[in-house]
């Protein structure tokens, strides 16, 4: 099968859930921000937001907030994480990228996907480690949730598609192998 080095990044991609407390550097963050701003956006408006936080207060209060919502929720499985001492969304990466982008128009979760993968191939490719966080979609309207996010910089007409979790795998701990699931690809010609 043919390859290249761009191949070889995607299928190297894990998603990692355990990180050591060595925060990323910041032209790194960088480089993997840009490489998110290079992602197709519909009919080009780029109207998504980029919100890095590495400071370990504010993302350890982003969590509690986010635990908040959860547990005021109609789902005993959010209310599980929610009432958990231990439950941290972001997996104690030291860096999380918040993507959120103007809601008004269709795309705009498709845009943040693209641009959320581009983060993630980066990253791989300068050898740090990445993982989708879902828990601001659902939580982003949240009042104290959506207050916090303003405060950070997040835009208030926006929501949240996603966020980054960045760092460096912990020693010690294996990914996931990835199998391709049989009957995924059909080609017709």
Known sequence: MKTNE?????KARRSVRV???KQVPSEDLNAILEAATYAPSGMHYETWHFTA??????LEELN??????????DDKRLQERGHSETYCCYYHAP?????SNDPTQWWAGMDCACAIENMFLAARSLGIGSCWINQLGTTCD???VRAYLTSLGVPENHK?????ALGYQAE????KEKTVKEGTITIVE
């Open 172 to 175: 010690g701990v294996s990914l």
């Open 95 to 99: 860096s999380l990228v918040i993507v």
């Open 6 to 10: 761009v191949l070889e990044t995607i």
């Open 142 to 144: 949240d009042p104290e």
């Open 53 to 58: 936080v590495r400071n370990a207060a504010k």
């Open 19 to 21: 990180y050591d407390k």
């Open 64 to 73: 509690n907030r986010i635990k908040e919502a959860f547990a005021k929720s």
């Open 160 to 164: 949240v598609y996603g966020c980054v």
